[in-house]
């Protein structure tokens, strides 16, 4: 989404603040923000009992109410499509507020409902229908980052006047390493939770296969290669230097992103945590060429090119923290040049191990992520109503709810978490729905009402408190 356009969301999204908790006891005070059964655009059962099951548990009214409006949000309003094409199923899933499936929205969206696949067969087609989705999607540009839900459309965002080559059935072509990254997450997860090898057809397998060499090429040791974006908005985060390649690197083995998952384009080329994150996801990519489609060649070139660009970390993706140690940096150039900086949306340095790229427990993490929460980091903003990580998307003093969610599920601090649950608690603005960001002294003022991927998230975090921390589910906060 652009620069623009976001801020014009910004511009009208003022609401009320929020308002008080109400004793467990008291008559209902908070009325449900899911659209009526139905408008429902789609329904699961295993969703619907799962978040009953947990809602019981939750003693806070206002987090339980929050639950119940945000983990269905994706099923009850963006999937906008579920049929199918050439006798396969075929699921569109929008990001909310904006009419076009994200590669990585929707598998973001989707992977929180995961593990409920095995209850019910409605919910893993409408997996396989993404799966497919998503495969074609690439088959048609593996730089995109958008795509239309009519393939022979053009792009119906300011996107369509970008100098780059844009092809019908793209929405907007930034090219970001974990577009490609998130739908290799999204197969994994469905593969070990199903064993179903259906999804993973010949088609599946052609893209995955243009996604890896998309990867390789985009190392770009013998020469530039063909992606170059430009766009006619003079703001810098939306456009590459270059003649649209973006700045110079020396080539290290590492992998070239023009722009970050917050669509902003990159000062270095070498996103870090975008390149840790290609490694995690090309390792299960491989996981599932090898076990549903016996394919032990291709998981190879999948497994070669993660073990080149985990190498090429270890020797150019590190800076010093300023205090003795080390810290991973954000970006580099490979000229041994580096930013140290975070930006909410994942992958951020922050949230890597919700993505399999780093352990909990990784010194070298844990020293980059306290840096992250800290003034060290010019995106991270602290004022009367929370602190977090915002970027340069939404502005300075924009603080993204997605980063006080990453730090709760991330941490095993009681208290921290707690702080997290009453900053999301008391900054959604009375709409009972997680924005993309808020101001850090004033709710009220907030960009993107509709957003599902961070509405997802939450639930994911109070999913995770209740397997992990249910203590942490029966208190009012």
């Not at 072509?173 to 577009?179: A, F, G, P, T, Y």
């Not at 649209?244 to 970050?260: D, E, M, N, Q, W």
Request: glycine letters at 8%; a neutral charge.
């Amino acid at each position: 989404m652009s620069w623009v356009d976001r801020r014009q969301l910004m511009a009208g999204a003022g609401v009320l603040a929020v308002s008080a908790a109400v004793p467990v006891a008291a008559a209902p005070a908070f009325a449900s923000k899911r659209p009526p059964q139905g408008e429902r655009r789609f329904t699961s059962p295993a969703v619907e009992a799962e978040i009953a099951r947990v809602k019981r548990r939750i003693a806070d009214p206002e987090i339980a109410w929050l639950f119940e409006n945000c983990y269905p949000n994706t099923l009850d309003t963006t999937v906008t499509k579920v049929g199918t094409i050439d006798g396969k199923p075929d699921t569109f899933v929008i990001t909310g507020d904006i009419d076009a499936l994200w590669l990585r929205d929707s598998s973001a969206q989707l992977q929180t409902y995961v593990h409920l696949t095995p209850r019910d067969a409605a919910l893993r087609r409408l997996f396989h229908g993404l799966i497919q989705r998503q495969a074609r999607c690439i088959l048609i540009d593996p730089y995109a980052n958008a795509y239309m839900e009519d393939p022979t459309a053009l792009s119906s965002l300011s996107a369509r006047t970008d100098l780059t080559e844009m092809k019908p059935g793209v929405a907007e072509r930034k090219w970001e390493i974990d577009s490609l990254c998130y739908p290799m997450r999204l197969s994994h997860g469905y593969w070990t939770a199903t064993r179903d090898k259906v999804p993973f057809d010949a088609t599946w397998a052609q893209a995955m296969a243009l996604a890896v060499e998309t990867l390789r090429v985009q190392q770009r040791k013998d020469g530039p290669g063909p992606y170059h974006f430009q766009r006619r908005d003079t703001t810098p985060t939306e456009t590459l230097m270059f003649g649209g390649y973006g700045a110079p690197t020396r080539k290290v083995g590492l992998i070239h992103s023009g722009f970050r998952p917050s669509d902003d384009a990159c000062v270095y080329p070498f996103l870090i945590p975008s390149n840790l994150f290609a490694v995690s996801a090309l390792q299960m990519l491989a996981t599932v060429l090898r076990e549903a489609r016996g394919d032990a060649a291709a998981a190879g070139r999948a497994e070669a090119l993660a073990a080149e660009v985990e190498a090429a970390l270890r020797a150019h993706g590190r800076m010093t923290d300023g205090r003795g140690g080390e810290v991973w940096a954000y970006e580099v150039d490979g000229f041994g040049n580096a930013i140290f900086m975070d930006d909410a949306n994942v992958p951020s340095l922050s949230a890597l191990p919700l993505l399999g790229s780093a352990t909990r427990d990784d010194p070298l993490w844990r020293r980059t992520a306290a840096l992250a929460w800290s003034g060290r980091n010019p995106y991270f903003f602290s004022g009367s109503a929370a602190e977090g990580i915002g970027g340069p998307h939404a502005g300075m003093d924009m603080i993204w709810p997605m980063s006080i969610i990453a730090r709760a599920l991330l941490s095993d601090d009681d208290a921290v978490i707690r702080q997290c649950l009453t900053w999301l608690k008391r900054t959604h603005a009375d709409t009972g729905f997680m924005h993309e960001s808020f101001l850090k002294d004033d709710p009220s003022k907030f960009t993107r009402k509709w957003f599902a991927w961070a509405n997802g998230l939450f639930g994911d975090l109070v999913l995770d408190l209740e397997r992990r921390k249910p203590g942490l589910l029966g208190v009012v906060y």
